[in-house]
């Protein structure tokens, strides 16, 4: 065996520009600094979860415009494009297939996205919060207690169960304790029908690992709404996991040294 001439201590390399993440000082630090008069939301997850509303509010649309999509075979026109699997379906036939797709009238109004039912109240946070300029939308939500994981001085993480996002902002009341909604069985029932109730436009986007019951298309339909639901398994996980964390600070003031304490 070789040695080394002058014996040294074995230096492990480590990635340049990582800092390590804060701690307290001493334990329970961070919680006494928390008193919940004034909480807020950390803008740039919120910029992140606005983004991913306005993508739902697009795929709601062309999920809708392909379920009313038509058909038909090749005459004089290639209309919105050959359906390939339409042709090969009938390729004895030797006949193209195009499809057409019918323009959708009205916009989105709200978007619903639930990660999980909470049938045993894993995520009992509740809370309403008003969108604080023209470009963020109301918001509802259920989530784990953000009291339960401090990260920093007056800054806490939650993880949501289901939330909810309507437009345009500042409308939106006490959601939780809003009487009409008393036949709602469960949290995500009770978000659809806030959905329902402060759209201001025709389409609501539900993005559910099942659809709603029956009864909400008649209440839909009542209020002359259209339901819009999505399996959010045909969703990037990725992207929603991007989107299921949330940190909630104690004061505006907490938002200049956030940055610093979340990950």
Not at 28 to 33: F, I, K, N, Y
Not at 124 to 138: A, K, V, Y
Request: net charge positive; charged share 30%.
């Amino acid at each position: 065996l070789l040695r080394r001439r002058l014996p040294r201590e074995k230096a492990l390399p480590r990635p340049l520009g990582l800092k390590g993440r804060k701690k307290e000082e001493f334990p329970g630090e961070w919680a006494r600094q928390l008193d919940g008069n004034s909480i807020c939301s950390y803008p740039p997850e919120d910029i992140v979860l606005e983004n991913y509303g306005l993508f739902l509010k697009k795929k709601g649309k062309s999920v809708l415009s392909e379920e009313r999509s038509r058909v038909e075979p090749f005459t004089t026109s290639l209309l919105d494009g050959i359906d390939l699997r339409e042709t090969l379906r009938n390729w004895h036939e030797g006949k193209l297939y195009v499809r057409e797709f019918q323009k959708i009238s009205g916009e989105v109004g709200a978007v619903v996205v639930i990660f999980e039912e909470d049938r045993e109240n894993r995520y009992p946070w509740c809370m309403t919060w008003l969108g604080e300029h023209s470009q963020e939308s109301d918001m509802a939500f259920y989530s784990t207690n953000p009291y339960d994981q401090p990260v920093g001085p007056g800054i806490t993480r939650a993880e949501y169960g289901g939330f909810l996002l309507s437009y345009p902002p500042r409308r939106m009341s006490d959601v939780w304790h809003d009487p009409d909604y008393w036949f709602a069985e469960s949290k995500p029932e009770t978000l659809l029908l806030a959905a329902l109730d402060y759209t201001l436009e025709k389409l609501v986007v539900y993005v559910a690992a099942h659809p709603p019951r029956s009864i909400f298309k008649t209440v839909a339909a009542r209020l002359g709404r259209k339901i819009i639901y999505i399996p959010i398994g045909q969703l990037s996980p990725i992207s929603l996991k991007k989107i299921r964390v949330v940190h909630v600070l104690d004061s505006h003031e907490k938002r200049a040294i956030a940055k610093d304490y979340l990950w």
